[in-house]
């Protein structure tokens, strides 16, 4: 089984503050994971990856993720916030095993970035 | 461009009235999948497709059917929608199953 909590439905920083999104997971087998973005009326699109290689996870728009096996964890940061970073984020798992195929997502985030 | 489509994207019907949503891809991607969102809880998976004819259930599948006859195309049905079915729903495509989803536009369901 897999599963996937976002802490703090709501993130609110300064422009230029940093960002810290978090994220904890929980997987019988080793798992991907995944930061997605949704802006106002869009889909989805995908900030970044984690697959088993290098656990510091550099994505676009400046925004990147630590995989923390200790932690069970996968949270998402960005140094200096900026206006358009304003949007909806995702945190997902796909966990493989007897799961493959299935992408668990956790409730979301929203984040306000304020002038 | 390489994109999923989906039709509608706005949707109002009464309860009962059997509707198609569908859901096409243009990347020849083998892998395909169907998400539910509602406020405070996320995107919920429905039903996947790892290939044609190959169909599994999601988190939430009750009330929903899928078939996938060829490989560009993976349509959502509700035989008989009801109320609690009223959500934004997103087709996704990959060329596997934990690689990186490609999401449609939306589809936004009113059930009356």
């Known amino acids: 089984a897999q599963s996937v909590t976002q802490l703090g439905s709501h993130v609110s920083v300064s422009e230029g503050a940093l960002v810290l999104l978090r994220c904890n997971y929980s997987?019988?087998?080793?798992?991907?994971l995944f930061w997605y973005v949704q802006y106002p009326n869009q889909g989805l699109q995908l900030l970044l990856k984690?697959?088993?290689?290098?656990?510091l996870v550099k994505g676009i728009n400046g925004f990147e993720a630590e995989f923390k096996k200790s932690e069970t964890s996968f949270h998402l940061t960005k140094p200096s916030a900026h206006m358009s970073d304003a949007a909806e984020y995702f945190c997902?798992?796909?966990?493989?095993?007897?799961?493959?195929?299935?992408?668990?997502f956790g409730q979301g985030t929203i984040l306000t970035v304020h002038p | 461009e390489a994109q999923v489509t989906q039709n509608p994207r706005y949707l109002i019907t009464v309860t009962g009235k059997k509707l198609t949503v569908t859901c096409s891809q243009n990347?020849?991607?083998?892998?395909m999948s169907w998400y539910r969102q509602d406020p405070g809880l996320g995107l919920r998976q429905i039903y996947y497709?790892?290939?044609?004819?190959?169909?599994d259930k999601g988190d939430v599948p009750e009330g929903y059917k899928v078939s996938r006859k060829e490989k560009r195309n993976f349509p959502l049905i509700l035989e008989s929608p009801s109320p609690n079915q009223t959500s934004l729903y997103f087709c996704?495509?990959?060329?596997?199953?934990?690689?990186?989803?490609?999401f449609g536009p939306g589809t936004r369901l009113l059930v009356l």
């Open positions: 997987s019988s087998v080793p798992p991907y």
């Open positions: 984690y697959t088993s290689a290098a656990t």
């Open positions: 497709s790892m290939n044609v004819e190959v169909t």
């Open positions: 997902a798992v796909s966990a493989g095993g007897t799961s493959y195929g299935k992408l668990t």
């Open positions: 996704a495509s990959s060329r596997g199953g934990q690689k990186t989803q490609y």
């Open positions: 990347m020849n991607h083998e892998y």
